[in-house]
């Protein structure tokens, strides 16, 4: 079956250290994103990349890092200057048809759950 | 920059009856779409209808239909003959022309079903 896997679905990070949440898409897509989604605040756009080697920072990307170094595969670093991680994290991905918006739906994976020790 | 709000944080319908959620955006741009997602308990995000701005007619997937107002950027969601299963939190969201495929969501509205 074709979909988004993100692993660990529970993580935990201790003060002043980096942690790698994976995402990981077998649909062919070339678009994948992350999103942070905090209570009572919606999803925010923390990273997106829209093409192999090539990646945009979104609305809240201080404190992240990411790569795109394959197709399949948009793994997500957590780093020691984001001082408040805690949070549940959804990877996406999209077709992408050119450079104009498209009706195309994001799929999502089943999250991560972040929580600091 | 484009936003999206939803100003009800929660809301509650009786099983089988009718329920409107509510989604209002701010845009310039003329050409761009909507969207509602559904997020059950088990956090999995599920497309539940999308609508395309440049079309007048309201989009309808089985029990679940819009009210696109574009002059008005209003953008509702209502669910007819509610059911059990229908209980979650709801995101409005946006992707317009210069978003290439990027989504804006809005901060969602918790769905409670009584049976």
């Known amino acids: 079956d074709g979909g988004i896997t993100q692993s660990p679905k529970y993580l935990f990070r201790k003060e002043g250290q980096n942690v790698t949440l994976s995402c990981e898409q077998n649909?062919?897509?070339?678009?994948m994103y992350w999103y942070r989604q905090d209570p009572g605040q919606g999803l925010r756009l923390i990273y997106y990349?829209?093409?192999?080697?090539?990646?945009q920072k979104g609305d809240i990307a201080e404190g992240y890092s990411v790569s795109r170094e394959k197709k399949e595969s948009f793994p997500l670093t957590v780093t020691s200057a984001q001082k408040n991680p805690t949070a549940f994290y959804l990877c996406?991905?999209?077709?992408?048809?050119?450079?104009?918006?498209?009706?195309?739906?994001?799929?999502f994976g089943s999250g991560t759950q972040l929580s600091v020790l | 920059a484009q936003t999206v709000t939803q100003s009800q944080p929660e809301m509650s319908v009786q099983e089988a009856e009718t329920v409107t959620l509510s989604c209002t955006y701010d845009t310039s741009e003329s050409d761009y779409y909507l969207f509602w997602y559904k997020q059950p308990p088990s956090r999995q995000m599920i497309l539940v209808i999308r609508q395309e701005a440049y079309k007048q007619q309201n989009a309808t997937e089985n029990r679940f239909s819009v009210n696109f107002q574009k002059a008005a950027k209003s953008f509702s969601l209502k669910i007819s003959d509610s059911q059990l299963g229908d209980a979650a939190m709801y995101f409005c969201?946006?992707?317009?022309?210069?978003?290439?495929?990027?989504?804006?969501f809005g901060e969602g509205t918790q769905l409670t079903v009584n049976p």
């Open positions: 649909l062919n897509h070339d678009a």
């Open positions: 996406a991905s999209s077709i992408l048809q050119g450079t104009f918006a498209t009706n195309e739906k994001l799929f």
């Open positions: 990349s829209q093409i192999v080697n090539d990646f």
């Open positions: 969201a946006y992707r317009g022309e210069t978003s290439g495929s990027r989504l804006t």
